[in-house]
């Protein structure tokens, strides 16, 4: 998405690889202590899914470093003094280790011997979160700018350390990696309990179908506690966005949430709200009485600030979003603890309309975790880099905006291309057997 800058919405293939290793590790370790050929055959069934998914991933990185050349050179200027070491990190430190033992895993079958065998998928799973968060100290200081200084036009690195424990990476690095492992357990779910729907290899599935259930009722829990978390310090860090989140024009002393409303941004109102009293005050200070600040007071406090303009994001897109997001966070809830039941009535392997739902929602988490970054990037909307740079003044200079256009269509189509290739070649290899 233009508008939103590099390091908006990430591949669909990031969440999945970071839920889908510890996954196939755990199956590992399974097959290691057990010696059962079931969880062997889990192991190299899941794993062979995760070896598409990382290398399509590869190539879908390689595209967006063009990005920044081509689309953001006013952008890569501001920011590459201090982007440069955690993404250099991130290549030469997590995804060479997760690339190098991936590789090592999958031809170190009946080579290597079976402690450093399976220690090799656990330093995958651990490499591909460990880049995750590197990814994330480089957003997070797009969403709250520390350890620098302005000079010659630029942003310079002062104090590396600060971007290390930058408040924003400690609430949200923990959402968004947990948010993966959602996605990697209810693949990992859907596609057991689409075997086990057709009659195909019903004991082995069920096997990983319990483990992902667990692993997945877990994590949906972990993800809601930290969503809870980054949603508060949102309130601190970046205040516009919870107001944009909530629809809250006016300042209100309790708060109340929104659980309805029509936008109208021209007129910097809401009709047909519904609200509960107090609700929001709870969410943003665990209190009843706390104060939320609205729209229009902190748009007259960034007009004071930067200067005549509007720095009111799109309200509805990040409204709506959010509570597509927090949504389906229950759904999942809701369908893991639906399927722990059906495991301890011994129904697990015949319950035909919990495996349905657990097939449909194999296919949720990609859409909480895209609507989950709509309102991250558009939510610091229209800066950049919050307070810092607008996004309008990021875009390349050079180039007019039809050349903008041509490279947005073609990067468009090569995700377009990448996404359909990886579709075809999961679905070929995880479908039953007939």
């Keep these: 998405m233009h508008e939103m800058g590099p390091y908006g919405c990430p591949s669909v293939g990031v969440p999945?690889?970071?839920?889908?290793?510890?996954?196939?590790?755990?199956?590992?370790?399974?097959?290691?202590?057990?010696?059962?050929?079931?969880?062997?055959?889990?192991t190299q069934f899941f794993g062979t899914l995760l070896i598409i998914n990382f290398t399509l991933g590869v190539v879908t990185g390689i595209v967006q470093e063009f990005q920044f050349g081509m689309n953001w050179s006013e952008y890569s200027r501001f920011v590459g003094d201090i982007f440069g070491i955690p993404l250099a990190i991130e290549a030469l430190l997590a995804f060479f280790l997760e690339s190098t033992f991936l590789g090592l895993w999958m031809f170190g079958w009946e080579r290597l011997p079976r402690k450093l065998h399976l220690a090799c998928i656990w330093l995958v799973a651990i490499g591909?979160?460990?880049?995750?968060?590197?990814?994330?100290?480089?957003?997070?200081?797009?969403?709250?700018?520390?350890?620098?200084?302005?000079?010659?036009?630029?942003?310079?690195?002062t104090d590396f350390v600060a971007i290390v424990l930058n408040e924003r990476v400690l609430a949200q690095a923990p959402h968004v990696v947990l948010g993966g492992w959602i996605t990697g357990g209810l693949f990992v779910l859907g596609i057991s309990a689409w075997h086990m729907s057709r009659g195909s290899e019903v004991a082995v599935f069920a096997r990983s179908a319990r483990i992902a259930l667990v692993f997945s009722f877990v994590a949906a829990l972990l993800t809601a506690t930290t969503g809870h978390g980054q949603a508060q310090n949102t309130v601190i860090s970046q205040p516009m966005k919870i107001a944009a989140m909530e629809g809250l024009w006016e300042t209100e002393q309790p708060a109340s949430f929104s659980l309805f409303a029509i936008h109208d941004q021209a007129a910097r109102r809401s009709t047909r709200e519904v609200r509960m009293p107090w609700?929001?005050?709870?969410?943003?200070?665990?209190?009843?009485?706390?104060?939320?600040?609205?729209?229009?007071?902190?748009?007259?406090?960034?007009?004071?600030?930067?200067?005549?303009?509007?720095?009111?994001?799109?309200?509805?897109?990040?409204?709506?979003?959010?509570?597509?997001?927090?949504?389906?966070?229950?759904?999942?809830?809701?369908?893991?603890?639906?399927?722990?039941?059906?495991?301890?009535?011994?129904?697990?392997?015949?319950?035909r309309a919990w495996q349905r739902a657990a097939l449909i929602a194999m296919f949720l988490p990609f859409f909480a975790n895209t609507a989950g970054w709509l309102v991250t990037e558009l939510g610091r909307q229209p800066w950049i880099v919050y307070g810092l740079m607008l996004t309008r003044d990021g875009v390349s200079t050079s180039v007019?905006?039809?050349?903008?256009?041509?490279?947005?269509?073609?990067?468009?189509?090569?995700?377009?291309?990448?996404?359909?290739?990886?579709?075809?070649?999961m679905r070929r290899h995880a479908q039953p057997v007939s």
Aim: hydrophobic share 55%.
């Design 16 to 42: 999945l690889t970071l839920g889908l290793a510890p996954l196939v590790a755990i199956l590992q370790t399974f097959y290691f202590r057990t010696g059962d050929p079931a969880y062997k055959r889990l």
């Design 128 to 157: 591909s979160n460990l880049s995750a968060v590197w990814i994330l100290m480089a957003n997070a200081w797009m969403q709250v700018p520390v350890g620098y200084v302005l000079r010659n036009g630029r942003a310079e690195l």
């Design 279 to 351: 609700m929001l005050s709870v969410l943003a200070h665990n209190n009843t009485t706390g104060a939320v600040r609205g729209i229009n007071e902190l748009q007259a406090e960034a007009e004071g600030r930067y200067g005549p303009g509007d720095y009111v994001p799109p309200v509805a897109w990040i409204y709506w979003s959010f509570r597509i997001m927090v949504g389906l966070g229950m759904v999942f809830i809701a369908i893991t603890f639906w399927g722990l039941i059906t495991w301890w009535q011994g129904r697990l392997e015949k319950g």
């Design 400 to 425: 007019g905006p039809i050349s903008v256009w041509i490279s947005m269509v073609g990067f468009t189509l090569v995700y377009g291309v990448l996404a359909a290739v990886g579709f075809v070649l």
